[in-house]
C-alpha cells in the first residue's frame, strides 16, 4: 500500500527537498504541500493524506494548533511534527496536541523517510536519545507543565517499570532486556499500558510517565 503524505512547511526548499526524496520511494507518494496551518487542515479534510509532516513555526496558524485539529478531526490522518529541537521549545505542545513523533530537520533525508512509514503502520516515533533529550529540555524548565489526570495508580507495579523505562526511551527489546522478560512480554506489556492509560501511542506514554514523575533529569 502506498503511503500519501502531506508536506507542511513555509519554506518552500524544504518542501521541495522532502517532495524530490518522496517521489523516488515506491511506497510513499506526496498527496499535496500546505504553507500554512490553516492550508494542511484545509487539505487533510480535502486529501486525507496517512500522514502529514508538519512545520511548528508558521504564519498565522501554527503547526501545534493544526496538530490539534488534524488530529481530532475524522480523518486518521498522523501527524509527525519536523522541527529544529535545539531552537524549538513547542516540540512538548505538538505532542500533547497528538503528534505520532516529531523529526529533526538536521536528520538524514533516509531517515526521515523510515520515520514517516513508521508513523504510517501506526507506531509511535520516539528515537531513544532524542526521547531523553526532549524528558531533559521540559525537566529543567522553572515552571512544570500541569500535571495530566491519568490514573497511574491503577497499573500493577511492573507496568510501572515497563512505564518507567518507556518514559526513558529504551525499546522494546532493551526493555525486555533490562527486566529479563521476552520482547514479546514485554509488547504485552505496552499493549495493557495503552489501554489502561488511554494513551494514542508510545509518544503519549512518555509524556504520561514523564508527568508523573516517573522519569527525571536524570533518568
Excluded: W
Amino acid at each position: 500500500m502506498t503511503v500519501r503524505v502531506l508536506l507542511v512547511d513555509d519554506q518552500p526548499l524544504v518542501r521541495t527537498a522532502l517532495s524530490m526524496v518522496i517521489a523516488e520511494a515506491p511506497d510513499l507518494e506526496v498527496a499535496g504541500e500546505a504553507a500554512s496551518g490553516e492550508e494542511a487542515v484545509e487539505l487533510c479534510t480535502q486529501l486525507r493524506p496517512d500522514v502529514v509532516v508538519m512545520d511548528i513555526r508558521m504564519p498565522g496558524m501554527d503547526g501545534i494548533e493544526a496538530t490539534r485539529q488534524i488530529t481530532s478531526g475524522p480523518t486518521g490522518t498522523h501527524v509527525v511534527v519536523l522541527t529544529t529541537f535545539d531552537d524549538d521549545a513547542y516540540v512538548y505542545g505538538a505532542l500533547r496536541a497528538g503528534a505520532a513523533g516529531f523529526l529533526v530537520k538536521d536528520m538524514a533525508l533516509d531517515d526521515i523517510l523510515a520515520a514517516v512509514r513508521t508513523v504510517a503502520a501506526g507506531d509511535g516515533l520516539l528515537a531513544p536519545g532524542v526521547t531523553r533529550r526532549l524528558i531533559r529540555e521540559f525537566a529543567e524548565r522553572p515552571v512544570a507543565p500541569p500535571p495530566r489526570e491519568v490514573a497511574v495508580d491503577g497499573i500493577t507495579d511492573r507496568e510501572r517499570e515497563v512505564l518507567t523505562l518507556v518514559g526513558r526511551g529504551l525499546s522494546n527489546t532493551e526493555i525486555a532486556e533490562e527486566l529479563c522478560l521476552s520482547v514479546a512480554t514485554a509488547k504485552t506489556y505496552l499493549t495493557r499500558l495503552l489501554a489502561k492509560l488511554d494513551a494514542r501511542d508510545r509518544v503519549q506514554l512518555v509524556i504520561i510517565a514523564y508527568e508523573n514523575g516517573l522519569v527525571s533529569t536524570g533518568s
